[in-house]
């Protein structure tokens, strides 16, 4: 093609024909300059729709992650309930008299107290859209900032855990030692593990000093009842947060197509 194009140029010099020539050359240059434009609209109508693809992609797998989270956290809650009910009962036992009647009440309460809730949460998509730099592919404004105010939260959530627990385990450690826990773990043990310590042992509330340390033991159980309380509250705020995010996600989606 362009040898012939050359072939029509080189015709009209030889005959002296520069008028015809220049009009030539000029519609020759105004076709190059549509044929480039032609290209470079093709080119960007692949890359916008590579593009929205790719948003699509982002979207649908941040609402994985924000599923994983709401069913994470439907676990805790459960959990929570569960510890939050056994310290309640702990309290209401050790402020009543007499208590001696209900050791495997007791034991049982303090077994489900026992143990950390952690929530480690899923941020795998955001975290991909955010190192490779390209949030900006998603075009709504509002998804785009309700997703980077979720995982600044997220955030934040983790770090209250680490918090919230830390103040558990202090509590915890300080009423370990009006009790054999010993007692306590073993009897958890798989036979070919446990270390023959005997069952719970509760004897301590029967002894007469129990009255001048149940105080702080009742204290130290409200302490960790309270932040058990506060993570739950968070907890709370994060579920409905990505609750809401992901009906944001889902609608958005639904009317792109």
Known sequence: M???FRKIRQNLL????????????TGE????????????????WNLNRQNKI????YLKGININLND????????FYKDTIKLNAYTYLIRTFNSEPITSKHQEIITNLYNASG?????????????IKSSGNLNLIESDSIKYSIQKYYKFFE?????????NSFVEKYT??????????SFIENKAELQWNGNTGPPDLSIINEPEFQLFKPNLIKNFSLIKDSRTHAHEVRKVLYNKAKNLKNMIEKYLKDKK
């Open 2 to 4: 362009i040898k012939f």
């Open 14 to 25: 030889s005959e002296g024909k520069t008028r015809k020539y220049l009009k030539y050359a």
């Open 29 to 44: 240059i105004v076709l190059v300059v549509i044929g480039i434009l032609i290209a470079l609209q093709i080119n960007n």
């Open 54 to 57: 790719l948003e699509t992609d």
């Open 69 to 76: 989270d709401i069913s994470e956290l439907e676990k805790l």
């Open 116 to 128: 950390y809730n952690w929530f480690e949460g899923q941020n795998v998509v955001f975290e991909n």
């Open 156 to 164: 934040e959530v983790i770090k209250q855990e680490n918090l919230y």
């Open 173 to 182: 450690d300080r009423n370990s030692q009006y009790f054999d826990v010993s």
